[in-house]
Nanobody
Framework: EVQLTESGGGLVQAGGSLRLSCAAS????????IGWFRQAPGKEREGVSC??????SIYYVDSVKGRFTISNAKNTLYLQMNNLKPEDTAVYYC????????????????????WGQGTHVTISS
């Protein structure tokens, strides 16, 4: 069965850190763009960070640059999140897609192959 399983979410105070993990099963990341997306209450889902398949380029949405780091090892995708802010509160999803990158609508993935189930991140002020 093809699936992505996220873990690592939780409740932390502002300024704290979390590390999200996304383990793939039933397929490998080699042929896909992989990334993290989030959806805050009452807002649309937005791209947070992704790794392009074509050249390995890494993209971050401006609001997380310098605080979040995406990485991939042994078919597990990670998101190290430091200096967390209340506005980072959201459900975080990982996804494997045909493509990811910047569009006029922001950081997006296209041709999503599979989504994870999501992990909740709550940052208290």
């Amino acid at each position: 069965e093809v699936q992505l399983t996220e873990s690592g979410g939780g409740l932390v105070q502002a300024g704290g850190s979390l590390r999200l993990s996304c383990a793939a099963s039933g397929f490998t990341f080699d042929d896909y763009a992989i990334g993290w997306f989030r959806q805050a209450p009452g807002k649309e889902r937005e791209g947070v960070s992704c790794i392009s398949t074509s050249d390995g380029s890494i993209y971050y949405v401006d609001s997380v640059k310098g605080r979040f780091t995406i990485s991939n090892a042994k078919n597990t995708l990670y998101l190290q999140m430091n200096n967390l802010k209340p506005e980072d509160t959201a459900v975080y999803y990982c996804a494997a897609a045909q493509w990811c990158g910047w569009t006029p609508k922001g950081l997006l993935g296209k041709g999503v192959y599979v989504w994870g189930q999501g992990t909740h991140v709550t940052i208290s002020s």
